[in-house]
């Protein structure tokens, strides 16, 4: 059995209007992607999928908690995700990206599998930097023996000030 059949959503048998959608996500939806910086996580995503006649428009609503590593320490923390993401599939004559928000896809389409969308969603709600959060006092919960060996190899740079410079900062501009 395919894995992603389970995120196809049948829209040639529905009328005209809005239905929901909803699909729980676990660590075996993240198995599936190669190049997932996820490999645990607990997701609810809920979709209302409004049918109109010549296209669909899909509100995602996704979540949950996914389990990262954090690029200071290195262990592992949870990040709660939540965002909400929109998506317009226009149905033509061939499959495109038209924006980051609208796509084409074929007429002849009878369903559209959400599956890389959820995907990319969570993946864009990740921060750049990934680091432990801090707790009530603002102290970072990394690890402080792994905190402690960064401060104990970290090189201070001091930077001399080039005297040839100095006088140019009393130089008024008009």
């Known amino acids: 059995m395919d894995f992603f059949k389970q995120f196809l959503i049948p829209f040639s048998s529905l009328k005209v209007g809005t239905y929901p959608f909803e699909f729980e996500i676990d660590n075996s939806f993240f198995e599936h992607f190669d190049s997932s910086e996820i ?16 296209m669909l428009i899909l509100n995602f609503n996704i979540s949950g908690n ?6 200071r320490c290195l262990d592992e923390f949870d990040q709660a995700i939540q965002t909400e993401k929109k998506l317009i599939v226009k149905l033509g004559t061939e499959e495109k990206e038209e924006t980051d928000e609208i796509i084409s896809i074929p007429n002849s389409e009878h369903a559209f599998n959400v599956a890389q969308y959820i995907y990319e969603f969570i993946h864009l709600t990740l921060p750049v930097k990934k680091v432990h959060p801090t707790n009530e006092n603002g102290e970072s919960l990394c690890n402080a023996e792994v905190i402690k060996k960064l401060k104990e190899h970290q090189i201070n740079i001091v930077e001399e000030k080039d005297s040839r410079w100095e006088s140019l900062k009393n130089i008024k501009l008009n």
């Open 39 to 54: 490999k645990n996580g607990r997701l609810s995503v809920n979709i209302d999928f409004e049918k109109q006649t010549r």
């Open 66 to 71: 996914v389990r990262l590593i954090c690029d």
